[in-house]
């Protein structure tokens, strides 16, 4: 009893120190966090969420956590979870117009009004950018809002506003980028760069062109790595003929394969999809992890969706990835890949009980290709030596 009560309270105390790394949520009202703020010389933060938000879920697990956003956060703001259905949430969230999840809203508490709105589920760089959009006036999404209506603006403070909308949420930013440049900025400035490559996506702009005509230079400008990197991602879902047209990058063939097999996808032609896939897995100049990312995609059975038209055989092909996929992610985090295996087995065999068919060998057999085991060990890692007696 006394060794069950010791852990206990180790592992309170373990989760008391957890939290206190990251935010710290005071459990009070409105009111009383309007006071608090007040005597602590504070601004306010209040997370708007709802029981029933993903979103708001993922942010509270792997972010709200972190030590150094902690440190912001509870430096600078007394921090509320509101729950919009439930008490004053309900009151709150129609005061502040708060109708998506998670919304993020900074308070300055002797006006009670809002001096900054974000939102979404994002990363930490962009979670600590909200932070100093509430610290600092022209950072701010009421001030940059307003100034940018009135049309009054120059590069500076458009590549704060641009960086606001990212963090915000929004991604159709290519208008404001386009205006960025017109206004004089060029994409060999650091500043501008690193704008581009945190903010606009996709390769349906000129800029990709831009890169791949002056690859070399933009090489010697920002690295080699960070120039692949950024046309890798902008290219990653663009028509193969214009992949093609660029210059040779390191990604390209990538890009390329990935692209053949989205196609063979699209037209419905599993065969070929197949053969495809074992060749790539095998292919020396493919990322092998970053594929077998990709390919969980495309290797989830849902029945209720186009695999109840695949035949039996078709649909034993597409499982023996689903078996690679869930054989070869090593993110002990990702558990998905592992229940879409599970499921797509229960499903073959549904489908072989009702159709009279055999449970196809590889279900039996060892992987000829990839991992041998079916286990959550990474390959590299290695086996603890065993103590001598």
């Not at 709105?117 to 990363?123: A, I, Y």
């Amino acid at each position: 009893m006394k060794k069950l009560l010791l852990v206990f309270l180790i592992l309170t105390t373990l989760q008391a120190v957890s939290q206190e790394n990251g935010i710290i949520f005071r459990h009070c009202s409105f009111e009383e966090a309007i006071k608090q703020a007040k005597q602590e010389k504070k601004k306010i933060f209040i997370d708007f969420f709802t029981e029933w938000c993903g979103p708001c879920l993922n942010m509270a697990l792997t972010v709200f956590p972190l030590p150094q956003v902690g440190d912001v956060y509870n430096k600078n703001f007394v921090c509320l979870k509101i729950d919009t259905e439930k008490g004053e949430g309900k009151e709150l969230a129609r005061r502040y117009n708060v109708h998506s999840y998670p919304t993020y809203i900074f308070i300055d508490p002797k006006t009670e009004k809002i001096i900054h709105r974000s939102g979404g589920n994002k990363p930490v760089k962009d979670f600590l950018f909200d932070a100093q959009g509430a610290l600092n006036p022209k950072l701010s999404s009421v001030y940059l809002n307003e100034i940018y209506r009135k049309g009054e603006y120059d590069i500076d403070f458009l590549i704060n506003y641009i960086r606001m909308q990212k963090t915000s949420g929004n991604h159709n930013l290519l208008k404001d980028f386009d205006r960025l440049i017109a206004m004089g900025g060029k994409l060999t400035e650091s500043r501008i760069w690193n704008l581009y490559v945190e903010c606009i996506n996709g390769y349906n702009n000129p800029y990709v062109k831009e890169i791949s005509d002056n690859y070399n230079k933009f090489c010697t400008l920002f690295g080699s790595e960070a120039v692949d990197n950024k046309l890798t991602s902008a290219t990653a879902y663009a028509p193969i003929e214009y992949i093609r047209s660029l210059c040779d990058f390191n990604g390209k063939y990538y890009n390329l394969k990935v692209g053949e097999l989205i196609n063979l996808f699209r037209e419905d032609n599993y065969d070929a999809a197949w053969t495809l896939v074992g060749e790539l897995i095998q292919d020396p100049n493919i990322d092998q992890k970053k594929f077998v990312e990709e390919l969980s995609f495309y290797t989830r059975v849902n029945p209720n969706y186009k695999d109840h038209e695949l035949t039996f055989e078709q649909l034993a092909k597409k499982i023996q990835y689903t078996r690679y996929v869930a054989y070869n992610i090593y993110n002990r985090d990702e558990a998905m890949v592992h229940y879409y295996y599970a499921s797509a087995l229960e499903y073959l065999i549904q489908r072989a009980y009702k159709e009279g068919k055999h449970i196809p060998a590889f279900i039996y057999e060892m992987p000829i290709l990839g991992k041998k085991e079916y286990d959550m060990r990474h390959p590299l890692l290695k086996q603890k030596s065993k103590r001598k007696k």
